[in-house]
């Protein structure tokens, strides 16, 4: 076995300055889901929602995982990271809901971020041996199919060049399962890839942390509704965080060695959840939501947020720490109940929030 698969892949600085600039551009993303109409978010808003999210957390998979196999903390790495930098400003400044005025700067800061990507991959290979060479050079030629279609969309108007830009993009994001025969032969270090997705999860909940200070702002004078359900959403969000990094840090076998294709894909699950549990705490305080909208809204976020770490942590777990059918059945009975109560009775939005608080206390006792 090579030495590179047990070593422990340190976090860089640079990697860390990276993260920051992607702070910018998923508040961007979470503030689309504000967009009240009628009592409810529009599907508009909520599809933009996503096709705005995809693409930062696909860009920025990207170099995180080109780092985790074949990054090192040289000259020629960084300088390659830094002229990333400039195309992820320049993406993230044209992220609107209205997407036809900046399309042509978001387009150039997204392909430029994965065609950097891909040469990157191209001019590792040629140094890398056995399966490791054939993983650089699947990777670094097979993404330009993606990249290429979705350069296409320049040449189109209206909707349909937003087919054919996501069409490029899906076709980018599958790439890596299509290939999995080669990636398995040249797996992540786990440790490093669990500490990448952990410091991106710390941003979305960094989100939430700033809906609490909206809440508060939004008062005109603090009244002791707006405390309590700032103070209950507070406790929310060490319960989620207990549970999440606990798991991270003490239940997950980190000595595993795949394609990391679990972590990677599910975790797109937990952070659409994250923002969308972040916007629920504004639009709950705030009102504006019709009652059963707003039910649906957050206990789904809630309940999505629980099979993705359920699915992503599972694999990882040490056997004889993985949650059983007993614990399955515990916690959805639990969400259906608050849900089933919450129908029937009109409940303040400071004891909704407690519900989820409640629930994520229980969820992390369970797998902590």
Not at 93 to 121: C, E, H, K, W
Not at 176 to 204: C, M
Not at 239 to 254: C, P, R, S
């Amino acid at each position: 076995m090579n030495e590179h698969l047990f070593a422990e892949k340190k976090v860089t600085w640079l990697e860390l300055f990276y993260d920051l600039l992607f702070v910018a551009a998923v508040s961007k993303a979470s503030h689309v889901l504000l967009h009240v109409e009628s009592g409810s978010i529009p599907i508009e808003y909520l599809s933009k929602f996503i096709l705005i999210f995809v693409p930062i957390w696909w860009a920025w998979v990207g170099q995180s995982l080109f780092v985790n196999r074949f990054g090192q903390d040289i000259l020629s790495h960084r300088v390659f990271l830094i002229v990333q930098l400039f195309f992820v400003l320049i993406m993230t400044a044209s992220l609107s809901v209205n997407f036809d005025q900046y399309y042509v700067p978001f387009l150039i800061g997204y392909v430029g971020l994965r065609a950097m990507t891909a040469i990157q991959y191209l001019s590792v290979h040629k140094k890398e041996e056995d399966h490791r060479k054939i993983t650089a050079r699947y990777l670094g030629s097979r993404f330009w199919i993606g990249l290429v279609i979705s350069s296409l969309s320049i040449f189109f108007d209206s909707w349909i060049r937003y087919v054919v830009l996501y069409a490029g993009i899906i076709v980018d994001i599958l790439l890596p399962l299509i290939g999995r025969q080669y990636l398995v032969k040249s797996p992540i270090n786990t440790h490093h890839l669990l500490e990448r997705f952990s410091l991106f999860t710390l941003i979305l909940l960094g989100e939430s942390v700033i809906s609490i200070l909206a809440v508060l702002q939004q008062s005109s004078y603090w009244t002791w509704q707006s405390i309590l359900f700032a103070s209950i959403t507070f406790l929310l969000i060490i319960a989620i965080w207990w549970q999440y990094f606990d798991n991270v840090e003490k239940k997950v076998n980190k000595s595993i060695e795949t394609a990391g294709q679990t972590i990677i894909y599910g975790h797109l699950f937990i952070y659409l959840s994250l923002c969308m549990l972040a916007a629920s705490i504004q639009l709950l305080f705030l009102e504006q939501l019709n009652y059963t909208f707003m039910l649906s809204f957050i206990f789904g976020s809630v309940l999505l947020y629980f099979f993705s770490t359920s699915l992503v942590f599972h694999k990882y777990r040490h056997i004889h720490q993985r949650l059983g059918k007993f614990h399955l059945v515990l916690l959805l009975g639990l969400l259906g109940a608050f849900f089933t109560v919450d129908l029937f009775f009109l409940v303040p939005n400071y004891l909704i929030i407690g519900e989820m608080m409640l629930f994520f206390i229980v969820y992390a006792k369970l797998t902590t």
